[in-house]
């Protein structure tokens, strides 16, 4: 399989999540104007009778490419976030809402300049993809344990994507 990476924007993520980014957002200035505060960046979702809501860090290790992908995983309770901490890169492989993920619809779209996404409820995705040692913040639903599902491919399914 040959997948292109794309340049994530608004309109090509809008059916997996939300790119969180305040490039081209309006701003309200608080605190006396010392702070712009960007408001409702993403839509952040908590599904099911338990309603709390976990903020966690991950340090990330930068992946070594080919990068093998064997796996998809979603969240069926909650959407997830990948905030990095600083300006850095990483990659998203996502594919549709479905009962198993459909192959033929992956795409994978490079995040940049310190911008990051919120995957919906049930969007098929890779582990995150960091393309160096950093910190992100994710907000996901408390429950973590009931809160994944996991499809493992088989054998022929398996493919590798490249960076450079």
């Known amino acids: 399989m040959n997948y292109h990476i794309k340049n994530i924007n608004n309109k090509n993520f809008k059916k997996f999540g939300d790119l969180i ?33 976990r903020l966690n860090i991950f340090e990330a290790k930068k992946r070594k490419f080919p990068l093998q992908i ?37 795409e994978i779209f490079k995040v940049t300049n310190g911008d990051g996404i919120n995957f919906n409820p049930k969007v098929w995705h890779f582990p995150l993809i960091s393309l160096d040692n950093a910190k992100y913040i994710t907000v996901d639903k408390k429950d973590a344990k009931t809160n994944i599902e996991i499809y493992n491919f088989n054998k022929s399914e398996v493919f590798e994507i490249n960076y450079e």
């Not at 599904?47 to 709390?52: L, S």
């Not at 979603?74 to 600083?86: A, D, E, I, R, T």
């Open 70 to 106: 064997n796996m998809l995983e979603n969240h069926p309770y909650s959407s997830q976030v990948f905030l990095p901490f600083l300006n850095t890169t990483f990659l998203v492989l996502v594919a549709p809402i479905s009962t198993k993920p459909n192959l033929d619809e992956i």
């Open 21 to 53: 980014s305040i490039k081209e957002k309006n701003y309200e200035e608080i605190n006396k104007n010392t702070t712009n505060s960007f408001f409702d960046l993403a839509n952040i979702q908590i599904e099911g009778d338990d309603k709390r809501v």
